[in-house]
């Protein structure tokens, strides 16, 4: 696989420039079907999605994470920038175990 990104049609066109294989997708069905196409042969490589695409398949994406196989997610702005709703890792681990790695200023 390499490298293969799933998004709106000009990210994905932008990636294609850097030679990267992709998916155009621009509702919830079309991503699940591109994204289960992209993990179904467990071939070794990057799976970029937008934060779009996260959004619209959070819990395929969880389940995916959660089973450690390839391909390797990444999850990236789109065109026009980050959602500004993206947590930090110190947020996350704060969630899920109630332990503060870094004390907050």
């Not at 490298?3 to 621009?26: C, N």
């Not at 959070?58 to 947590?87: C, E, F, N």
């Amino acid at each position: 696989m390499g490298f293969h990104i799933i998004g709106d049609a000009d990210t994905v066109l932008g990636y294609r420039f850097a030679g990267l294989s992709g998916d155009v997708v621009e509702t919830a069905e079309e991503a699940r079907v591109a994204f289960k196409a992209a993990i179904a042969n467990n071939r070794k490589g990057v799976l970029l999605i937008t934060e779009a695409v996260e959004d619209m398949l959070a819990d395929d994406v969880t389940a995916h994470r959660l089973s450690s196989k390839p391909p390797y997610l990444a999850v990236m702005q789109d065109i026009w920038g980050p959602r500004g709703k993206r947590r930090s890792l110190q947020e996350l681990i704060y969630e899920a175990v109630g332990i503060r790695i870094v004390q907050d200023n």
